[in-house]
């Protein structure tokens, strides 16, 4: 068995969707590569991503342009205590506390893109692409509340062309943790000299951040944003701080898990709206109910009220998970996975894209159909959440999940409030996207919406 495939599968963006074939044609396990076993049951999601996992991150999740410039970070450290002390000092910013802190910046930027949204002269004019909007507020936001930056992405154009190259630096990641030999060999610049420069080109816009913020600092000038966590941060042993390149590390993961896969999110649930406007309608209602005055929406005890609202989350994040293919996870010893036998050295992983359309757990995968998520028994509801896993599960688990979530309920409950949703032409069945890792490419965008007579209507 060759990697190429995987490479090309890779490379095209296409892999979420290859892997789903392969498993219809052979079944809940297959070698996808030589040293990559591809797994899709609950006991595989337990055994490889939940507490007490014997299986590692591996040297996939490391790989840069140049072996100098690996990323080490929270979510890519493959050494467990090195993720720890990682987590212990983030997870502050994400706490309980923390999140009802950032209420205010959320509820600004959500109604700056309502008001957005009505004028005629901002960005797409009449017709706004929502795919790209949703990127523009979770930006903003994830400027506000890390670095205390106004990117002014809901108001201005100057900085939109970094979401495109986010994307173009996760699919170059990818490529590379696919397969290594193409760094160790040197090729990766000849092969995709696209991808390689957008690689380059964050890590030096990165950089660029980090360094303003850290000038921002000394120069007395800091607020008391998620990053100031990082700057301040000592090591238990040594005592010392972290150097440039950790802080452009955890910069990295943070600028693309706050912004990106929330807009993923946002945008897919959006996608289902107008293609289910019956399931809208029942939002529509149930938030009004809760929030008679849009102005008084707001996460807390009413928002977990909305059953409904919440259940198209979880069913847009099924069907479109905001990492549709893998994370891959090394074995340091010979294992059994669900009964199937693991190499030591290999690595298995879970696809998401595939397991989320498994007809053993949903049935009809390729409907919107929330109610799955409100009917039933606990323990059929229990099956369910075995093989759900939109921001992971365990020890590993994006730390960020809750600050996400409030985004999207936030941002949608206000939209639902506020506007009408309709399809102007008929919109495919799925929100196609492509396997980045996260999800992105030009399938994110397949619709757009304008407002119309107050309401905003969506052109498929």
Known sequence: MSQLPNLYYSWLGTKHLKVMELHKRYGDA????????????????????????????????TRGPIKTQALISIASATEKHVHARKKRLISHA??????????????????????????????????????????????????????DREYNMLTGDDDHFIL????????????????PRIEQWGLAPLLFVKVMSSIMKFRKY??????????????????????????NHRDAVTGEHMDFKELSDEAVVLIIAASDTTATALAASSF?????????????????????????????????????????????LRMCPVVPGHLPRETPVDAL?????????????????????????FPDPTIFRP??????????????????????????????????YNTIYL???????????????PLPLEFHVKDHFAAGGEGRALFEVYPSRGSMKCAG
Request: charged share 25%; with cysteine; hydrophobic share 40%.
């Open 94 to 147: 994400f706490s309980d506390a923390a999140l009802r802190s950032y209420e205010g910046v959320l509820a600004d930027k959500v109604g700056l893109l309502c008001r957005q949204l009505q004028d005629a002269g901002s960005f797409d004019g009449e017709f706004k692409n929502m795919s790209r909007w949703f990127s523009y507020l979770t930006y903003d936001v994830m400027g506000k509340l890390i670095f």
């Open 272 to 316: 289902c709206f107008a293609r289910y406007p019956e399931c809208y309608r029942k939002v529509q209602a149930e938030v009004r109910d809760a929030f008679p005055n849009p102005d008084d929406i707001k996460n807390g005890p009413r928002m977990m009220g909305c059953r409904y609202l919440r259940a198209c989350v979880e069913e847009a």
């Open 30 to 61: 297959v070698r996808i590569a030589p040293a990559f076993i591809s797994i899709q049951t609950p006991n595989a999601v337990k055994a490889l991503y939940e507490t007490g996992s014997r299986f590692e991150k591996g040297m996939f999740y």
């Open 206 to 231: 990165v950089d660029g951040q980090v360094a303003q913020r850290i000038a921002d600092e000394k120069a007395g000038n800091g607020s008391n944003d998620v990053f100031r966590l990082l700057l």
């Open 371 to 404: 109610e799955r998520w409100l009917e039933g028994t606990e323990d059929d509801l229990a099956r369910l959440r075995s093989v759900h896993f939109p921001f992971i599960k365990g020890p590993r688990a994006c730390i960020g999940k809750n600050l996400a």
């Open 411 to 425: 941002t949608l409950s206000r939209i639902a409030h506020m506007y009408d949703i309709e399809s102007r032409d």
């Open 164 to 179: 495109d190259v986010i994307d173009a630096f996760q699919h170059g990641q990818v490529i590379l943790g696919t397969v």
């Open 337 to 361: 996975v669900d009964g199937h036998v693991v190499p030591a050295g290999a690595y298995v992983g879970v696809p998401g894209w595939s397991m989320h359309r498994h007809e053993a757990y």
